[in-house]
């Protein structure tokens, strides 16, 4: 069974207003959860590292202000998109990171995000 | 700068032949693992295959095996027996073992289609 949920899976929005995207982690607890956009037929490039119960870490040239990350248990993040504009429409990913055992990343379903 | 390179866009391949995929990476570090993830149509990221870097072995998994070259930092995938489910995108990964969230680092992917 999914092992990460994201909901929704897929929004249409209007420019000018913001979206939260969940992304939970079901089957285990973790402190760190991670969130990738991606265009189509492009690899996927990662955003930010969402850390439980402190600030996110975001990659170079992604706007923090933009793109407003939450971490508040060890199975939940979001991502808000705030003052949504059609450039800011594409595929989100998040995964999750099994803290114990095998080192490996699990990926939620995505959600397509269309700004109008 | 960790890079992962794939050098091949596009691939197809007819059903019940066998195909390989390429990658290689590019790394200071020593303790890192390298995967293989399948992107279907459906885009939810699938772990094809893992490889300990430490591991001398070729990792395999039914129809899928890796050639592990470390010295040479290339890590190719084989598909064998290609089934018309195979068709998907494939990226190659590795991620850094740390302390900080093991990032996954990606290619940008391989289209591969199989035939009838």
């Known amino acids: 069974g999914a092992v990460v949920s994201q909901h929704p899976s897929w929004v249409i929005c209007k420019s000018g207003t913001s979206v939260k995207i969940e992304c939970r982690s079901l089957?285990?607890?973790?402190?760190?959860m991670f969130w990738y956009r991606q265009f189509p037929k492009q690899s996927l490039m990662l955003m930010a590292t969402s850390n439980e119960g402190s600030k996110a870490t975001y990659e170079q040239g992604v706007e923090k202000d933009k793109f407003l990350i939450n971490h508040a248990s060890l199975t939940l993040s979001t991502l808000t998109v705030t003052s949504a504009h059609p450039e800011d429409s594409s595929f989100y990913i998040c995964?999750?990171?099994?803290?114990?055992?095998?080192?490996?990343?699990?990926f939620g379903p995505g959600t397509r995000l269309t700004v109008l | 700068a960790q890079t992962v390179t794939q050098s091949q866009p596009e691939m197809s391949v007819q059903e019940a032949e066998t195909v390989t995929l390429s990658c290689t990476y590019d790394t200071s570090e020593n303790n890192y693992y390298l995967f293989w993830y399948k992107q279907p149509p459906s885009r939810q990221m699938i772990l094809v295959i893992r490889q300990e870097a430490y591991k001398q072995q070729n990792a395999t998994e039914n129809r899928f095996s890796v050639n592990f070259q470390k010295a040479a930092k290339s890590f190719s995938l084989k598909i064998s027996d290609s089934q018309l489910g195979d068709t998907a995108m494939y990226f190659c990964?590795?991620?850094?073992?740390?302390?900080?969230?093991?990032?996954?680092?990606f290619g940008a992917g391989t289209i591969l289609r199989v035939k009838s």
């Open positions: 089957d285990f607890q973790a402190t760190t």
């Open positions: 995964s999750v990171n099994r803290d114990r055992g095998p080192h490996e990343q699990f």
């Open positions: 990964a590795f991620m850094i073992i740390r302390g900080d969230g093991n990032k996954l680092v």
